[in-house]
C-alpha cells in the first residue's frame, strides 16, 4: 500500500489558525500585536518572495510586520545600525534578517548582533546554546517545522531510530540535537549522516524515521528506506521549469525532493511531498516564535 502523505499545507494551516487566536487573544488580554521585522538587502528575486510571503502571512494572522529594504551596496555599518535601531524598537518582537546577505557583509557578524531575546530564526549563539541545554526558546524554524510535522502526523518519537542525512547548522544538527532531548516529541535514539559516512545505507535502513537534509535529488532511494518507515523530505531542488497553471505565459520552477519520492512511497508508511510538505512549515514556525517572542514581555 502507497504510504501516507504528510501534507505540510494542511499541518501549516492547523497551526496558523491556532497563532491567530493566540495573536486575538494577546491583543485583547494585554494589548499587545506580536511585532516581525524583516531586512532584506538588495534585489535577489528568490529573498523577495520570502519576505513578502513572511510579512503578508502575518498580516493574515493579525500581526504587524514591517519590510526594511536596503539597496545592495548597504554597507555593513548601516545594516548594524538598523539592527541596533530594531533591538531597541519596542513594537519590534522578531528581527529577521533574509539571507543571503552581499558578499561585502558579514552574515555571521549582522546575525550575532540581534538581540536574542528577538531571534525568531533561532541562530544566534545564544539560542543554539539554550537548544542544545534543552531550554530552547526559539528553535529555529525548518527543524521546528520537521518536529511538528512528525509529531502531528502521529508518528512515535521516543525510543525511535531517527536518521538525519545532512549535519549543516541549520537543518540537519538542530534537528538531530532537538529529536535526542528527553522531551515528548524527542526521546528518540539519532544517527547523523553526511559525506565521510561509510555506507550510509546501512544506517538509513534501520531508520524508524528517515530526515533528509542532503541537497540534491534522489539522495534516498527506495532501497535506503525500512519498509513501515516515516520520511521526511527537507530537500528542495530546481530540476527544470514549466508553465505556471495560473497563468500559462509565466515560468515556474519544477521542483524536486531529496528523496526518490515515487519509489519510496510504495516502501514507507508515511511521507512528505515536495512541494507542500517541509517547505510550508518553515514560515508557519516563524510566526510561531514571534508570538512566543511578544509573550516575553508578558
Ligand atoms: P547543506 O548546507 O548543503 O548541507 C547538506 C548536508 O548534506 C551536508 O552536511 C553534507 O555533508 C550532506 N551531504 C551532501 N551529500 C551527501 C551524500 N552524498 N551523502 C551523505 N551526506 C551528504 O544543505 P542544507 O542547508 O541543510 O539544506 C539541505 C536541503 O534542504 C537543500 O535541498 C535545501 O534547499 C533544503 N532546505 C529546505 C528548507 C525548507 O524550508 N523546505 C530549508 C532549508 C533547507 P558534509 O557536511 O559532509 O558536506
Not at 547548522?169 to 535526542?180: A, E, F, Q
Request: charge should be neutral.
Amino acid at each position: 500500500m502507497p504510504a501516507e502523505i504528510i501534507s505540510g499545507k494542511d499541518v501549516a494551516k492547523a497551526i496558523r489558525a491556532e497563532l491567530k487566536e493566540e495573536v486575538a487573544e494577546l491583543k485583547e488580554k494585554h494589548g499587545i500585536v506580536p511585532g516581525l521585522a524583516t531586512v532584506l538587502v538588495g534585489e535577489d528575486p528568490a529573498s523577495i518572495s520570502y519576505v513578502t510571503a513572511k510579512n503578508k502571512t502575518c498580516k493574515d494572522l493579525g500581526m504587524n510586520s514591517k519590510q526594511h529594504t536596503l539597496p545592495a551596496d548597504t554597507s555593513e555599518e548601516d545594516l548594524l545600525k538598523l539592527v541596533d535601531e530594531l533591538n531597541n524598537d519596542d513594537a519590534v518582537n522578531g528581527i529577521l534578517v533574509q539571507l543571503p546577505l552581499p558578499k561585502h557583509i558579514d552574515e555571521a557578524k549582522v546575525l550575532y548582533a540581534i538581540d536574542p531575546d528577538k531571534d525568531v530564526d533561532g541562530f544566534h549563539p545564544v539560542n543554539v546554546g539554550r537548544l542544545v541545554i534543552g531550554e530552547e526558546r526559539f528553535p529555529p524554524c525548518t527543524p521546528a517545522g520537521i518536529q511538528e510535522l512528525i509529531v502531528r502526523s502521529g508518528t512515535p518519537t521516543e525510543g525511535a531510530e531517527v536518521v538525519v542525512v545532512g549535519r549543516s547548522n541549520i537543518v540537519g544538527k538542530p534537528i538531530s540535537i532537538m529529536l535526542l532531548q528527553k522531551k515528548a516529541g524527542a526521546n528518540a535514539t539519532v544517527t547523523v549522516c553526511h559525506t565521510r559516512t561509510k555506507n550510509i545505507a546501512e544506517h538509513t535502513k534501520r531508520a524508524d524515521i528517515l530526515i533528509v537534509a542532503a541537497g540534491f535529488p534522489k539522495a534516498v532511494t527506495a532501497e535506503m528506506v525500512k519498509p513501515g518507515a516515516t520520511v521526511i523530505d527537507v530537500g528542495v531542488n530546481r530540476v527544470g521549469e514549466k508553465p505556471s497553471k495560473k497563468d500559462p505565459n509565466k515560468m515556474v520552477a519544477i521542483l524536486e525532493g531529496d528523496v526518490d519520492f515515487e519509489a519510496v512511497k510504495e516502501v514507507a508508511a508515511k511521507i512528505t511531498p515536495v512541494p507542500g510538505g517541509v517547505g510550508p512549515m518553515t514560515i508557519t514556525m516563524l510566526l510561531k516564535n514571534t508570538v512566543k517572542a511578544a509573550k516575553l514581555k508578558l
